[in-house]
């Protein structure tokens, strides 16, 4: 059974850093895309990054790109959110997913994921 769970969130100051982490268990194919999503109090969920098992793509959403980094460590089953100069935007709860064979996947589209990690909590302010 696919296990995702997610660890590093905090309070941080606006323009300050965090990692997040994704740990995964239970894949059951090589083939699989992993996305980070937020969600704000009385937002919709909001797709933040993806990156993709076959070839290492990354996909970032517009009001992330060039704070953001999405990578992976193999090794440890490990999926990172590398996320500097935060602004009180970018408070959320952030949800790491998965989707197997991803052939059809729409990055962004939560509904495209058939396995969610349980939130981590971020919170920038003062």
């Known amino acids: 059974q696919v296990q995702l769970v997610e660890s590093g969130g905090g309070l941080v100051q606006p323009g300050g850093s965090l990692r997040l982490s994704c740990a995964a268990s239970?894949?059951?194919?090589?083939?699989?895309?992993i996305g980070w999503f937020r969600q704000a109090p009385g937002k919709e969920r909001e797709g933040v990054s993806c990156?993709?098992?076959?070839?290492?793509?990354?996909y970032y959403a517009d009001s992330v790109k060039g704070r953001f980094t999405i990578s992976r460590d193999n090794a440890k089953n490990t999926v990172y959110l590398q996320m500097n100069s935060l602004n009180s935007e970018d408070t959320a709860v952030y949800y790491c997913?998965?989707?197997?064979?991803?052939?059809?996947?729409?990055?962004?589209?939560?509904?495209?994921?058939?396995?969610w990690g349980q939130g981590t909590q971020v919170t920038v302010s003062s």
């Open positions: 239970g894949f059951t194919s090589d083939y699989y895309a």
């Open positions: 997913a998965a989707e197997m064979f991803p052939y059809l996947l729409t990055w962004e589209r939560a509904e495209g994921y058939a396995y």
């Open positions: 990156i993709s098992s076959s070839d290492g793509s990354t």
